[in-house]
C-alpha cells in the first residue's frame, strides 16, 4: 500500500472510532472546563507585555524569572553525543506554570464527575480533584529556570513558548565514572514547588535501546473510550497491563543497564508527574516524551490520544534516530492506537536501526474502541515490507522473552 494510502487508512481507522466511541460529544460536554483567556484577564501592563512577548519564544528580550508562587516540572532526559562534535548534549524539557488555578477547582470537578456518573460527595471525588490541578493551573509562558547539572554546571533553560514549555539542547560537561544517570536540580525561590529534581541518562553512541508506547501498552488507559479514558486518568489507580513489567525487567536484564529507554506517549505534558510516578514503580527509568499541545484543557487529553497519532510518534522517532543511530531498536506498542503504522513507517525508513517490533494485542473492547484495529489484515498492511522476523503480535507478553532473548544473541 502506497504511504498516503497507508496514512489515510491510520486517520480514517482513529475517526471511525471517536465517532462509534462519541468522543466528539464527550469533549463538547467537557469543553467548559476550558479558561483560554485566563491569563491575559488576570495580568497588569507589565505582564500583559510580557504575555506578547512570549509569542517570540527564545528569542523573548524580556523574559520571567521562576517565584516563589510559581510550579516547576524538569523532565528526565537522555544524553548522547553530537554526531557532530562527539561532544555530550541533551534536549532539556522544564515546564513553568503558577500554583493558581485557572478555574474554579470545584466547577472542573463537577463536569469530569458527571461524565463517570459520580454524585457529590463520591469518595472518588477528592481523588478527581487532586489530578485535575494538573489541567488547571496557569501557565508561565516566557519564563525561564536555573538549574545546575552535577552540583557545579550551571544551566539557563527557556524561556518557555505559548504553552509555558521549554525545550533547549544543552552542552554538557565530560561525563566520567560509572554513574549512568546524573541529577540536574532546579535553583529556585523557597515556595517554588512541583519536580524540581530531574535525571540524566547517559547513552554512548552503541548498543541497544528501546522506545515503548505508554497508553494500553505498559498502563491500563482504555484509549479507545472517552469516558475510559477519564476514569483511567481522574478515578483509578495506575494499572499496569498484566504480563509487562516482567517483560520489561527481562528485556533491561537482556539488553544491560546501560542501554536507553524512552516512553514515547501521546498524552499531554499535563500528565508528566503522573506518568513519571507510574514509570518509577513499575518499569526500568526512562525518558517519557509526551505531547505538549493541550496544555489546560480536558477535551485536549482525548484528541491527544486519538488523533494525529501516528504523524506525532513517527515525529518523535525521528528525532530519537538524530541521536543515537547506531543503537539497535526493540519497538513496543499496541493495537490500540497507530503504533503499528508508526513503527513500519519508521522500519522503512531506517530498516539498519529497527532490530525488534513488539505490538500487544488489545483484546478489550473499550480500549481498543474497534474490533477491527485486531484484524490480521491491518497488521500485515502496517508492516509491508518489514520482514516477517523483526515484527511480532502477541496477547501474552511471556511469549516475547524468546524473541528478545534470540534477537539479542543474534546481535552478538
Known sequence: MAPNNKRRATLMMQEQTRQERQFHKTESDLSSVEVPTAISAKLGTVGKLRNILSYLGKKNPLPQTVTKNDTVWLLDNTAYRSQTTGKWEAEYVAAVFSQDASCVIADAVSVVAKQLGLQKGDPDYPTIEERIKMFTQDIKPGTTVKAVHRESFTLRLGPGGRNGISTDIMNLPRHEGDDLVIPTVAKVPKGTDGILEMRTFFAEAEGWAVISDVDDTIKITQTGDPIGILRSTFVDTPAVCPGMPELYWHIQS???????????????????????????????????????????????????????????????????????????????????????????????????????????????????????????????????????????????????????????????
Open 254 to 412: 537482556a539488553i544491560k543497564d546501560t542501554s536507553p529507554w524512552f516512553y514515547l506517549s501521546a498524552s499531554p505534558y499535563n500528565l508528566y508527574p503522573f506518568l513519571r510516578e507510574f514509570r518509577e514503580e513499575n518499569y526500568p527509568h526512562g525518558t517519557i516524551v509526551l505531547r505538549d499541545s493541550s496544555w489546560m484543557s480536558i477535551p485536549g487529553l482525548l484528541s491527544n490520544l486519538t488523533l494525529g497519532t501516528e504523524d506525532y510518534k513517527v515525529d518523535r522517532m525521528e528525532k530519537i534516530h538524530s541521536w543515537l543511530p547506531k543503537r539497535k531498536l526493540i519497538l513496543i506498542g499496541d493495537s490500540t492506537q497507530s503504533d503499528p503504522e508508526s513503527y513500519g513507517e519508521i522500519y522503512r525508513t531506517h530498516p539498519d536501526w529497527v532490530k525488534v517490533i513488539l505490538i500487544r494485542k488489545v483484546e478489550d473492547i473499550a480500549a481498543i474502541g474497534i474490533e477491527s484495529k485486531n484484524k490480521p489484515e491491518r497488521f500485515e498492511e502496517a508492516f509491508e515490507d518489514v520482514p516477517k522476523d523483526v515484527w511480532h503480535v502477541f496477547t501474552n507478553p511471556a511469549e516475547c522473552t524468546t524473541i528478545i532473548d534470540k534477537a539479542v544473541a543474534s546481535s552478538k
